[in-house]
């Protein structure tokens, strides 16, 4: 049945009912298009502010790979968006409201080497002039629930995805040649938090991330990926490893062993299908917990899965003592597991 094309149409083709749940299903499949159409990856030629990272051969990846990076998710470009929302529209305003002088907003700067050579570029939010001090601000949004555990720098350096803000503001106030900015958080609820950081507190921070900028842009002129970093939590969480991009090196202790359980590689396909659904990945998990409870501590190959079992005591208070397994999988591509295989032959003098 075709709706009605007049909105003032005598004879409605549609109940009032069947009109509302026709438009909440419209209303949401033409945002989740146009979201979709949003969450496109542009190329870039040096590094950005916004994607300084603890790892110069990720910032390299971003470069020469860009187009291979994480696809941005409806929900995170929906939450981006809003925050822009916000700080363009309500914050920066209510700054000016509040008799600050903000100025230079969306100023595009560069970074440059000491020899002048670009290495970074970026968008500042602003700048506040302040008893005839100029200050980098810049706003950010959080979740409610994690902006309550932030406080200071050090918060902030210590988190998983937030680390990158101070870094990005240290190298803004480097680019302006500035000694103090500003982070402005704001929980998407109204409330704020101020942050200062000051270049002198941080000067071996901002140095670091000068020379990783001129470590990728030196990568990027050979065209070789620079070394890889020396923290495994790092590559455990990076992009790049989990798409195969990037193969650090895997130093892998004692005996692994191939598991050749076509079942269980099943259920980890499974676990890593639906990592964010229900039933099926739970029974998968359940079916995964089973069968390496009965194996031996140590290390196997199941497919492309590495899983590493550690078993450790348990205190008994209600329940017997007894001890738990700690299973660790980490994706391998598709074509590395036989060449793994090999090299931990190689490495052991013996069957993987």
Not at 167 to 189: K, V, W
Not at 198 to 218: G, M, P, S
């Amino acid at each position: 049945m075709t709706a009605s094309t007049s909105p003032h149409s005598d004879s409605p083709e549609y109940t009032p009912k069947e009109a509302c749940e026709q438009f909440a299903a419209e209303l949401l499949s033409r945002r989740s298009e146009k979201l979709k159409s949003d969450a496109a990856r542009r190329p870039q030629h040096v590094p950005r502010a916004s994607g300084v990272d603890k790892c110069a051969r990720a910032m390299y990846y971003q470069i020469t790979a860009w187009g291979e990076a994480e696809a941005f998710t409806e929900h995170s470009i929906a939450r981006m968006q809003r925050g822009t929302e916000l700080e363009e529209r309500i914050i920066a305003p209510e700054m000016a409201m509040l008799g600050f002088r903000w100025m230079e907003a969306q100023r595009y700067l560069e970074l440059r080497d000491d020899n002048g050579r670009l290495i970074m570029t970026g968008h500042i939010d602003g700048l506040v002039l302040w008893k005839g001090v100029k200050l980098v601000a810049d706003i950010k949004t959080m979740n409610p629930n994690l902006w309550g555990t932030i406080d200071s720098v050090h918060d902030l350096l210590r988190n998983e995805w937030f680390y990158r803000y101070p870094l990005q503001l240290l190298a803004y106030m480097m680019a302006y040649g500035l000694e103090s900015g500003l982070l402005i958080i704001d929980d998407c609820l109204g409330h704020w938090k101020t942050i200062p950081v000051h270049l002198a507190d941080h000067r071996e921070l901002a140095d670091e991330v000068k020379q990783r900028c001129t470590v990728v842009v030196d990568a990027c002129e050979r065209e070789e990926a620079p070394d890889f970093i020396d923290d495994a939590s790092v590559c455990a969480r990076c992009w790049w490893k989990k798409c195969g991009t990037c193969q650090p090196p895997m130093d892998y202790a004692n005996d692994v062993r191939t598991l050749p359980n076509q079942d269980l590689e099943q259920d980890l396909r499974t676990i890593e299908a639906y990592e964010e659904q229900g039933k099926q990945r739970d029974a998968a998990k359940r079916r995964f917990s089973k069968v390496t409870s009965e194996l031996e501590d140590g290390q196997y190959l199941c497919g492309p899965f590495l899983i590493e079992l550690t078993r450790k005591p348990r205190k008994g208070y209600v329940v017997q003592d007894g001890t738990t397994v700690n299973r660790t999988t980490t994706r391998i591509a598709e074509d590395k597991p036989d060449a793994l295989a090999e090299q931990l032959r190689a490495s052991k003098g013996g069957a993987a």
